[in-house]
Structure formats: C-alpha cells, structure tokens
C-alpha cells in the first residue's frame, strides 16, 4: 500500500511540475524543439531543474544503497548495450514527440481538456503499448 500512496503523489508531483512548466502545452513544446527557427529555450531550463534534482539522488543513494526509501529493493536495468528495440523505440518516441509536442507524461495530464487530439494520442499510444507486449509474448 505504501508503493501506490507515494507512486500517486510522485504522479501528482509531475503532473503539477508538468503543468506549471507548461510542458503539457504541445506549442510550447514544439517550439523548444524548433532550434533553426522561433526556438523557446526555457524547457531547457525545466529539464536541468529536474535533472539537478534527481541525479544527485540516483547516484548517490539508488545506484550505491539498490534500495527504495522504503528499503524495498530497486530493480535498475541490467542492459548496457544498444540494441534494435531501443533506437527503434527511441526514433518513434522522437518523431512522435516532435511531430505533436506531446509525449505520454503531458498527455495522461492533458486527458482532463477532453481534446480529440489527446483522446487519439492516448488511444494511439495505449495501441503501442498493447503492440509491444504481444510481440514480446510471441517471441
């Protein structure tokens, strides 16, 4: 029961991050994606606050103590290699995000607009999901 209480309030953390950053604003995305034209840098500026928080923490206590604050144990990956899955689904994730300015994050947060463009990207991104789990299965 502990895990769900704190996986809610880190989700509800982010979403309230997303949404005063404005990440969840697919404009404001697009146009800190837009470097040779009418470039926004300040989600720079978000992604290093994140960073600056989190990477401390990860490397001093996950990656050195392999235990949650609930002393559960962590399971980090144990893949170091790139592989063909990976840069497939890194390259789909890209242009997915740069063609729409939204990735899942800011679109679970914007499913509260009721907004046909985020209604088909959750659906297209939940048909994602199901797709890889039963490739995985088949293999």
């Known amino acids: 029961m ?4 704190t996986a809610l309030i880190a989700g509800l953390v982010f979403g309230a991050g997303l949404t005063i950053s404005t990440m969840v604003d ?3 995305v697009l146009a800190f994606l837009d470097i040779f034209g009418n470039w926004d840098p300040t989600l720079a500026f978000v992604m290093g606050g994140a960073l600056t928080v ?3 923490i ?3 206590y996950v990656r050195r103590a392999q235990r949650t604050l609930f002393n559960e144990p962590c399971h980090l990956p144990q893949k170091k290699k790139l592989d063909g899955p990976l840069l497939l689904g890194a390259v789909l994730f ?3 995000w740069g063609l729409s300015g939204i990735c899942p994050g800011p679109g679970l947060a914007n499913l509260s607009q009721g907004s046909t463009e985020i209604l088909v990207f959750i659906v297209a ?4 999901m199901i797709s890889v789990n039963r490739a995985k299965r088949a293999q």
């Open 94 to 96: 890209g242009v997915g």
């Open 125 to 128: 991104l939940l048909i994602g």
């Open 54 to 56: 989190y990477l401390p």
């Open 26 to 28: 697919p404009l404001k």
């Open 58 to 60: 990860y490397q001093f």
């Open 2 to 5: 502990k895990q769900m209480i």
